[in-house]
Antibody, heavy 122, light 112 residues
Framework: EVQLVESGGGLVQPGRSLRLSCAASGFTFDDYAMHWVRQAPGKGLEWVSGISWNSGSIGYADSVKGRFTISRDNAKNSLYLQMNSLRAEDMALYYC???????????????WGQGTLVTVSS | QSVLTQPPSVSGAPGQRVTISCTGSSSNIGAGYDVHWYQQLPGTAPKLLIYGNSNRPSGVPDRFSGSRSGTSASLAITGLQAEDEADYYCQSYDNSLSGSNVFGTGTKVTVL
């Protein structure tokens, strides 16, 4: 059974940093791209970032480019999102999602975690 | 703001057929990129409903079907059931945004 478990969310002040983690199990982690998708309270889904199976290709939404960094550790079956210079508009539930291919682009998401909540407030 | 536009809401009585449109442009759906659909029940994570325009993952009832034509795509739900009340999102790829996977604005389906 595929499982994705996010952690690392919490309350953070504007301008500060936070690192999210996603622990994956139940599939061959290093065969697939992985993604972060977020959902602000009461709003729709927004793709945040994706990383290919070997970290060779990485993509970001324009809204987070230059502030967020995605990475993965295939030895630990883990995905990460380093979020710097956080803004109020980054407040959201952050989902880890498994891609269906090895590349992050033109991909879709066949399994999702339950999300970790990031609250940005002073 | 999303580059894929969906109606904010659709509704129907049990047993009826409803459709949800997903309108894009020449840089996403019109460029031939596949469209995928997700169902998000209240308080839960999204679930893959349709992939590759019209394919259903194992376990998804055949009441759900998808199609793509030109710069748009559609999700149809036939024989609407109370458990179908949820938010639905389309998703594709856009080549004008530094290469981004993109979601639609989302549609709330209400079963009357």
């Amino acid at each position: 059974e595929v499982q994705l478990v996010e952690s690392g969310g919490g309350l953070v002040q504007p301008g500060r940093s936070l690192r999210l983690s996603c622990a994956a199990s139940g599939f061959t982690f290093d065969d697939y791209a992985m993604h972060w998708v977020r959902q602000a309270p009461g709003k729709g889904l927004e793709w945040v970032s994706g990383i290919s199976w070997n970290s060779g290709s990485i993509g970001y939404a324009d809204s987070v480019k230059g502030r967020f960094t995605i990475s993965r550790d295939n030895a630990k079956n883990s995905l990460y999102l380093q979020m710097n210079s956080l803004r109020a508009e980054d407040m959201a539930l952050y989902y880890c999602a498994k891609g269906r291919s090895g590349s992050y682009y033109q991909d879709y998401f066949d399994y999702w975690g339950q999300g970790t909540l990031v609250t940005v407030s002073s | 703001q999303s580059v894929l536009t969906q109606p904010p809401s659709v509704s129907g009585a049990p047993g009826q057929r409803v459709t949800i449109s997903c309108t894009g442009s020449s840089s996403n759906i019109g460029a031939g990129y596949d469209v995928h659909w997700y169902q998000q029940l209240p308080g839960t994570a999204p679930k893959l409903l349709i992939y590759g325009n019209s394919n259903r993952p194992s376990g998804v009832p055949d009441r759900f079907s998808g199609s793509r034509s030109g710069t748009s795509a559609s999700l149809a739900i036939t024989g609407l059931q109370a458990e179908d009340e949820a938010d639905y999102y389309c998703q594709s790829y856009d080549n004008s945004l530094s290469g981004s996977n993109v979601f639609g604005t989302g549609t709330k389906v209400t079963v009357l």
